[in-house]
């Protein structure tokens, strides 16, 4: 008896320290429009938070997204559930939704409010599958509070998932923090407060002066209006307040200090901001390259002095890559060019119409992807009038690709990296009718640039992870930004997310 009181006594010793051991809090930070080329180009002007991470955390130099298109929402609905669109049903940014007639974003719910502005809310609803950080609430363990934070809202909502405490995501209308009634029916006391001090505003008229000195990349208007709050958005300062509101949430959320692992999702939006503006070869992403260096170290330095970095467990990557400007490709005698998007769309229906017969067939487009009316494909016949808008946009110059819906259906998209990411990236009641893949370094638009490629300057990212249970090193290896939740999951020892298509990344677990 004595034996087995003993026994039982040293169990419950050993789970006392293993449940201690997990971290406190699990810090995710997404970089928008990060390119993994970006932490070796400026290696050497880092000196502070992603210093710290290529020297203390397991780096993955051949991670890349296994889906298409590489867009924001998917990046940040993959990061922590492990699922491409396949299963996680974030098909785009945006796409067509049937049951409401329209183009709807991945985040828009009709049913939610904003909470701290006026309009429509935003929400994680059609999010099919769970995250990291829900599997943590749905472990059981005790209170753990999970808080996404970025200047977009799909940004600060897909990452956490669908049980997340809060969401904060800044309004350019107003220039304050907003959430939705999916979580609260007010503000917190905090956020309120830190709303009226108006936290942006202390940007007014200020320069944008580059790290390295000289003349000023752009200068911050001097009225608070949304053509200001815009500009900040649009600059280095974006991401400043993107910590300022990580710190307070830490502070006033008390993360770190709850009896289950606490989850951050952090996304820093002003570095695609500026990349589509400026491309990947501007002195402006190297300035905002730097400075998320700079502010990574801040917030390490916070959370050294709050909780410890001991106790939190960091990953970070970004959500995508980006496609260098066509003009500055032109010069080094590299391929490429741009597409208008009117043309294609002109095209498609203009084809339709002549065999069909009248009536505007395309009814949205989501990069990519193009959604025909389905009133027509019915009168029609689904399968062959998506053949013949497929069968026009393959005639298109520098169009390398196209899948119809039923092909993808079928599973006839092929095995090779294009083929794989296609079907990946597709889901069956939200995909479009016809996806069309252009040749490399050739992009829709007009001026800026932009990404949603299976090329790897769209889907390679960096991937680290920094913490207790993590081997410090670089590793060669394939990756893939869907290996993250599986892996997260594994140190903190809860389930695997549902939808998870990755792996553990074994190779760099301690033990």
């Given amino acids: 008896m004595k034996n087995a009181i003993l026994g039982l006594a040293i169990f419950a010793s050993l789970s006392c320290v293993w449940a201690q051991a997990r971290p406190k809090l699990l810090l995710v930070i997404a970089v928008d429009q990060f390119r993994y080329d970006y932490l070796t180009k400026y290696r050497s002007e880092y000196n502070a938070g992603l210093a710290q991470l290529l020297t203390q955390g397991a780096v993955f130099t051949n991670a890349n997204y296994e889906h298409m298109p590489t867009v924001t929402a998917v990046g940040h609905a993959t990061m922590l559930t492990g699922a491409s669109p396949v299963l996680s049903g974030i098909v785009g940014n945006e796409w067509y939704e049937k049951e409401i007639g329209k183009i709807t974003t991945s985040v828009q719910d009709l049913q939610s409010e904003l909470v701290g502005g006026d309009g429509v809310g935003s929400t994680p609803k059609r999010l099919l599958v769970s995250t990291v ?40 209308e107003n220039g304050s923090w907003v959430t939705s009634t999916w979580y609260m029916k007010n503000l917190p006391a905090w956020v309120a407060a830190h709303n009226a001090r108006r936290p942006a505003d202390k940007y007014l008229s200020k320069p944008w002066t580059p790290i390295w000195g000289g003349a000023p990349l752009r200068a911050m208007t001097s009225k608070p209006d949304t053509m200001f709050y815009d500009g900040v958005e649009k600059s280095p300062f974006g991401n400043e307040i993107v910590v300022e509101m990580a710190e307070l949430a830490v502070e006033n959320e008390k993360l770190g200090q709850h009896a289950a692992t606490d989850v951050l999702a952090l996304s820093f939006s002003s570095n695609d901001l500026v990349g589509h503006r400026y491309g990947p070869d501007s002195p402006e992403t190297r300035d905002m390259s730097v400075r998320t260096d700079r502010d990574l170290g801040r917030l390490f330095a ?45 095209l498609v229906d203009t084809t339709l119409q002549a065999r069909f017969g009248p009536g505007k067939w395309s009814v949205g487009k989501s990069g990519e992807q193009h959604y025909l009316d389905p009133a027509l494909l019915e009168q029609y016949g689904p399968a062959r009038v998506r053949e013949a808008a497929a069968e026009a946009v393959r005639n298109f110059p520098h169009v390398l690709r196209v899948y119809t819906k039923d092909q993808l259906l079928r599973g006839q998209a092929g095995q090779d990296k294009i083929g794989t990411r296609t079907a990946n990236g597709y889901h069956s009641s939200r995909g479009a009718d016809v996806v069309i893949v252009l040749e490399p370094y050739w992009i829709f638009g007009t001026d800026t640039t932009s990404h949603g490629s299976p090329f790897n300057y769209d889907s390679h990212v960096p991937l680290i992870i920094m913490g207790a249970g993590v081997k410090p090193g670089r590793y060669h290896q394939a990756a893939a930004v869907n290996d993250l939740a599986p892996t997260l999951a594994t140190i903190l020892e809860v389930e695997v997310p549902a939808g998870s298509m990755g792996r553990v990344l074994l190779e760099a677990l301690s033990r």
């Avoid at 059981?140 to 799909?154: A, F, N, P, Q």
């Fill in 302 to 346: 916070y959370l050294e002095k709050k909780i410890g970095m001991r106790n939190v467990l960091v990953a970070l990557t970004a959500d995508h890559g980006v496609s260098p400007k066509p003009e500055v490709n032109t010069a080094r005698k590299m391929p490429g060019g741009r597409i208008k998007t009117k043309d294609m769309m002109d």
């Fill in 133 to 172: 950080a829900d599997e943590i609430k749905m472990a059981g363990r005790g209170e753990s509070k999970t808080i996404g934070i970025s200047l977009k809202d799909r940004s600060a909502i897909l990452m956490p998932g669908r049980m997340a405490d809060a969401a904060y995501w800044f309004a350019a």
